[in-house]
């Protein structure tokens, strides 16, 4: 039979090349993660025939502002 390489055990650390080793110590913490009076942001997934005409998050945010606006609003001042 022919040896397929499933057939050979292979230890993959010792095939990584010196180059390719991390040194942590080395390592900065991210200076962009921590920024305060950041925007928060919050992803979704448009259907196609949604993202076909929304194509930016400009004109998303504007249709869904023209939205908040026309929805009726309860007695303590939140849209219902």
Do not use: C, W
Request: glycine share 2%.
């Amino acid at each position: 039979m022919n040896n397929t390489p499933s057939d050979n055990s292979h230890h993959f650390e010792d095939e990584l090349l010196d180059e390719y080793r991390f040194d942590y110590t080395k390592a900065k913490p991210n200076r962009f993660a921590a920024q305060e009076n950041t925007a928060k942001r919050t992803g979704v997934v448009l259907d196609d025939d949604v993202a076909q005409v929304l194509t930016t998050p400009e004109s998303v945010n504007r249709v869904l502002r023209a939205l908040i606006e026309s929805m009726p609003r309860s007695a303590d001042g939140e849209t219902a």
